[in-house]
């Protein structure tokens, strides 16, 4: 079958570096995404990693280890505007699984 | 830009009622996909389209069907609503092939079922 696990919730204080780990377990696997999703939002495409490492897009990284099954986003010097949920999603065959999401707090 | 619009952001229904959700792209995506948000369970697939008139059952397709009769457009249709329905439905879509991981919502539709 397919599964993804990410944390529930996430707490970091603005400013700071937060990682949120994903890791997953599928078939036919093409690539792993990363979506933000503010309250009230519609989820927004972050970014999208195929090969092994690091992928930077301005504040935000994504990493992914094919033989770990693992990925992670990296938001470096967070802004209280990164309060959202994330979501991590696996694309196998032309179909896409969401993650539950992680719901990332900041502290001011 | 993309956009992706949802027929309604709020629908009130009864028990019941037979109910259409519509969704129109305007960026000419092969794939179209409708998915329910619930807390705690993230985005779960229900139905989805690779090109007009095709389908294909997502995760948790009961209770549900679809209707692709034109490219821009997806319907999610609830032939028979029921309580547990109640959810937030959200539209998608994207190109087809290696362009298909990245996806474009639309604002979403809050159902609630009486």
């Known amino acids: 079958g397919q599964s993804l696990e990410q944390p529930s919730e996430v707490t970091a204080v603005e400013g700071a570096i937060v990682q949120i780990n994903c890791t997953y377990q599928?078939?036919?696997?093409?690539?792993l995404s990363w979506y933000q999703q503010h309250d009230g939002g519609a989820p927004t495409f972050l970014s999208y990693n195929a090969l092994d490492g690091l992928e930077e897009t301005g504040r935000f990284s994504s990493f992914l280890s094919r033989s770990d099954s693992y990925g992670y986003l990296l938001l470096q010097e967070l802004q209280m505007k990164d309060s959202a949920s994330y979501f991590c999603a696996v694309i196998g065959d032309d179909k896409i699984i969401f993650g539950k999401g992680t719901r990332l707090h900041i502290l001011p | 830009d993309v956009k992706v619009t949802q027929s309604s952001r709020y629908l009130v229904k009864r028990t019941g009622e037979k109910v259409f959700l519509e969704c129109v792209q305007d960026?000419?995506?092969?794939?179209m996909f409708w998915y329910r948000q619930d807390p705690g369970l993230g985005l779960r697939l229900i139905y989805f389209?690779?090109?007009?008139?095709?389908?294909e059952k997502g995760d948790i397709p009961e209770g549900y069907s679809v209707s692709r009769e034109k490219k821009e457009r997806f319907s999610l249709i609830l032939e028979s609503a029921s309580t547990n329905q109640t959810s937030m439905y959200l539209c998608?879509?994207?190109?087809?092939?290696?362009?298909?991981?990245?996806?474009?919502f639309g604002p979403g539709t809050r159902l609630t079922v009486t």
């Open positions: 389209s690779y090109d007009v008139k095709m389908k």
């Open positions: 998608a879509s994207s190109y087809i092939g290696t362009e298909s991981y990245e996806q474009y």
């Open positions: 599928t078939s036919g696997f093409y690539g």
């Open positions: 960026m000419d995506h092969e794939n």
